[in-house]
């Protein structure tokens, strides 16, 4: 049982990890203007950035609540301006970007539990931590 936790952060990060390129790529950038991001050719990279220190932090669990809390400054932005289905006319479309909303606010959750709780046992931040 004692491994479900260091399986259970490489899970959750991994969408974070897995999609890193993109944040670099003309196509997201451009997918990100035309959602009506500011200075999306700075915020899309600047966001990569962001999700592959948390991703990674969290991971390794090493200075896991930090990781965390950068997975909430990426995540709350991006729900709300790139997944707004309330404004998506498409019924069909919307019922993606509301599934994908979903998505993110679950992650979210998860990131604030990793936030208040650490990183957990069979991380570099037990290792750390000193001896009682």
Same mark, same amino acid.
């Given at each position: 049982?004692?491994?479900?936790?260091?399986?259970?952060?490489?899970?959750?990060?991994?969408?974070? @990890?897995?999609?890193?390129?993109?944040?670099?790529?003309?196509?997201?950038?451009?997918?990100?203007?035309?959602? %009506?991001?500011?200075?999306?050719?700075?915020?899309?990279?600047?966001?990569?950035?962001?999700?592959?220190? %948390?991703?990674?932090?969290?991971?390794?669990?090493?200075?896991?609540?930090?990781?965390?809390?950068?997975?909430?400054?990426?995540?709350?932005?991006?729900?709300?301006?790139?997944?707004?289905?309330?404004?998506?006319?498409?019924?069909?479309?919307?019922?993606?970007?509301?599934?994908?909303?979903?998505?993110?606010?679950?992650?979210? %959750?998860?990131?604030?539990?990793?936030?208040?709780?650490?990183?957990?046992?069979?991380?570099?931040?037990?290792?750390?931590?000193? @001896?009682?």
């Amino acid at each position: 049982m004692l491994y479900l936790v260091p399986v259970g952060r490489f899970l959750y990060s991994a969408i974070f @990890l897995m999609t890193v390129l993109g944040h670099f790529s003309p196509g997201y950038v451009a997918y990100a203007t035309q959602q %009506g991001v500011p200075a999306a050719g700075f915020l899309v990279p600047l966001s990569g950035v962001i999700a592959t220190v %948390g991703g990674l932090s969290v991971t390794f669990g090493y200075k896991a609540k930090l990781g965390a809390w950068l997975l909430v400054l990426f995540l709350v932005p991006v729900t709300i301006k790139m997944h707004a289905f309330w404004a998506v006319p498409d019924p069909m479309m919307r019922g993606v970007q509301i599934a994908m909303f979903m998505k993110n606010v679950s992650m979210l %959750g998860a990131a604030l539990l990793i936030a208040h709780f650490g990183a957990g046992p069979l991380s570099l931040d037990a290792r750390r931590a000193p @001896l009682a």
